[in-house]
């Protein structure tokens, strides 16, 4: 790697006993009953995209923010020490607006994991 460069693996993994499965379930049949991920995994007929629900879509939505908040703490790292905090949360709040998902409920569609 060149200098002043950085390598950045990341890896994800999700695991959870019956209580967590419980209380997923619990999650995704109320609050969460609408929301989606990013894949699509098909298409209505009207043309509208269908986009992966269930734990897919909410292990989707995690991912892309753990993402967006690497970058955001990115982008505020050439500022002084004391601005940092508050830019990244800002660039980061900014990010996850920008990507929402105008998906609805009807086109989620959940997924087993």
């Known amino acids: ?17 019956l209580a ?3 209380a997923m379930q619990a999650y995704l049949a109320t609050v969460a009953r609408a929301k989606v991920g990013f894949t699509v995994i098909g298409q209505r007929g009207d043309g509208q995209p269908i986009y ?7 292990v989707e939505r995690n991912t892309m923010r753990y993402s967006l ?23 980061w709040f900014g990010a996850t607006e920008r990507i929402r998902c105008n998906c609805t409920k009807s086109t989620a569609t959940p997924t087993s994991s």
């Open 52 to 58: 992966v629900g269930g734990v897919r879509g909410v």
């Open 69 to 91: 908040g690497i970058e955001a703490v990115l982008a505020a790292a050439e500022l002084p020490a004391s601005s940092r905090l508050s830019r990244s949360l800002q660039e």
């Open 20 to 22: 967590g499965r419980w």
């Open 1 to 17: 790697m060149a200098q002043h460069q950085s390598l950045l693996h990341l890896r994800y993994s999700y695991a959870y006993g």
